[in-house]
């Protein structure tokens, strides 16, 4: 079997529709990730287009979690056991349960929404990042900086669900919050142990996270003011093995690009 299998190799059926995420960035029809895609306010049952951001935001957590046990399968295969420890390797087996659960979960989710798959676009960005030479950027990219994002995904559509009255949704919503805590704690127990004699490589992951996380954070979809759609879930990334200093740079990197966005707006008009 091949090793480092490239994402244009990723199996999908005809329903998925493949989109890149820098094409969606750079497009400067769409400068605003939050604008675009989930409106650029918190997400709160009375607002018109809620349901709809909803259902977005639901699909694209969708595919995150293909690709995530896309990503984890092949952390399991890619390297000999002097690149990757077993014990790493048994980790990323158990994710790829979880992750499989979590497809299951909102395939269904999906249905009680009234989504159908492929109904929006993937982009495999998250996949990606998982196709990174060294397993610790693999850790940083994918399980501290997008599984992260997913705590702060689940953490507010979980409060959403309970805000609108939809129990499925907050419990869903809680169910995968709840295995996404376990996997960002495993990427920053592995990153510390397999640096902890190397702080070279452990700078260089570090900086692939910021730069994933930054990109996430583009026109402030996450943060943590009414502005943001996505809040930052600070309890949960604690108990995820993230510092309070991790925790305020990522909060300040929200901040100087929602601050980098209006700036770009007001420029343009
Ligand atoms: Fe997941
Ligand atoms: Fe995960």
């Not at 480092?4 to 059926?13: E, N, S, T, W, Y």
């Not at 994002?149 to 419990?171: R, Y």
């Not at 996380?213 to 309890?235: H, V």
Request: aromatic share 8%.
């Amino acid at each position: 079997m091949r090793k480092q299998l490239p994402p244009d190799m990723l199996a999908r059926d005809s329903r998925f529709v493949r989109t890149s995420i820098m094409d969606q960035v750079m497009d400067p029809r769409n400068q605003k990730i939050g604008e675009r895609d989930l409106g650029s306010a918190r997400l709160q049952p009375e607002r018109p287009a809620a349901a709809d951001r909803a259902r977005n935001l639901m699909h694209g957590i969708f595919t995150g979690e293909i690709q995530a046990l896309e990503g984890a399968g092949r952390t399991t295969f890619d390297f000999d056991d002097d690149e990757a420890p077993f014990a790493l390797k048994l980790d990323m087996a158990r994710q790829c349960w979880d992750e499989s659960r979590h497809v299951e979960i909102s395939v269904k989710l999906g249905d009680w929404m009234g989504t159908e798959i492929g109904e929006y676009s993937e982009a495999v960005f998250l996949y990606e990042a998982a196709c990174a030479p060294d397993p610790v950027l693999r850790l940083c990219g994918v399980n501290r900086a997008l599984e992260g994002l997913a705590i702060d995904v689940f953490n507010t559509m979980k409060e959403f669900g309970d805000s609108s009255g939809d129990p499925v949704l907050e419990f869903c919503e809680d169910w995968m919050l709840a295995d996404e805590v376990t996997h960002v704690k495993m990427g920053s127990d592995w990153l510390r142990r397999m640096t902890k004699d190397d702080p070279e490589r452990l700078e260089k992951a570090l900086e692939f996270q910021r730069t994933v996380d930054k990109l996430f954070s583009l026109g402030g979809f996450r943060g943590e003011t009414e502005d943001n759609p996505i809040q930052l879930a600070r309890n949960f990334r604690s108990m995820a093995g993230f510092s309070t200093d991790e925790i305020d740079e990522i909060a300040e990197l929200a901040a100087q690009a929602k601050r980098d966005a209006e700036a770009l707006v007001a420029g343009s008009s």
